[in-house]
């Protein structure tokens, strides 16, 4: 499934950020290590079983993490984005 590959590449590239990014708060990088961990449970799912509440999810954090850091938001975009190809 290309959708669930391109996600699987994009929790990468968030898992790369997390570490390269300018220092985030412990409680921003707690939100994102948490919101990576929920990707993962995803990704092991069946598309029938995935929850939509995830997408609500990155949408926070897309709004949380816009002004200070936006290269992050901008993948949590992309990642929304393949979220909804996949019909979560």
Do not use: C, W, Y
Not at 17 to 33: G, I, M, N, V, Y
């Amino acid at each position: 499934m290309p959708d669930r590959k391109k996600l699987e590449e994009q929790v990468e590239i968030l898992r790369g950020q997390l570490e390269q990014e300018p220092p985030l708060s412990d409680e921003k990088r707690e939100a994102l290590q948490g919101l990576i961990a929920k990707f993962e449970v995803q990704l092991d799912l069946e598309p029938a079983t995935q929850s939509p509440s995830i997408s609500d999810d990155v949408d926070k954090a897309v709004i949380d993490f816009d002004a200070e850091h936006p290269v992050i938001s901008g993948t949590l975009r992309n990642i929304m984005i393949t979220l909804g190809n996949i019909g979560i």
